[in-house]
Nanobody, 121 residues
Framework: QVQLVESGGGLVQAGGSLRLSCVAS????????MGWYRQAPGKQRELVAV???????SYADSVKGRFTTSRDNSKNTVYLQMNSLKPEDTAVYYC???????????????WGQGTQVTVSS
């Protein structure tokens, strides 16, 4: 079993900041990639930021220069620092992880339960 648990969402004014956290727990042999997706009502889930093991982080054009993802490997935790928030950033944010549970298995994709971010005008 692997669990991803997000926290840090909330309501902020436009121009404000939030920092989301996601902790991976359970049976983990290695983490190949972790990142963030978001989904607004009536829209498809979209990539926000993702960081692979040997690549720099990739960001959606809409958040470049404002959002930064980072990871604390010792805690199996990934963060999303969101600055200069806009009403268009309002969505449920989901943590994503590509995780190998043992040396004898392939990686699987895991998702957190989501945390609501609301940005008011």
């Amino acid at each position: 079993q692997v669990q991803l648990v997000e926290s840090g969402g909330g309501l902020v004014q436009a121009g404000g900041s939030l920092r989301l956290s996601c902790v991976a727990s359970g049976s983990i042999f290695s983490i190949n990639a972790m990142g963030w997706y978001r989904q607004a009502p009536g829209k498809q889930r979209e990539l926000v930021a993702v960081e692979a093991s040997s690549s720099s982080a990739s960001y959606a054009d809409s958040v470049k220069g404002r959002f930064t993802t980072s990871r604390d490997n010792s805690k199996n935790t990934v963060y999303l620092q969101m600055n200069s928030l806009k009403p268009e950033d309002t969505a449920v944010y989901y943590c994503y992880g590509s995780i190998q549970r043992s040396r004898y298995t392939v990686s699987r994709e895991y998702w957190g339960q989501g945390t609501q971010v609301t940005v008011s005008s």
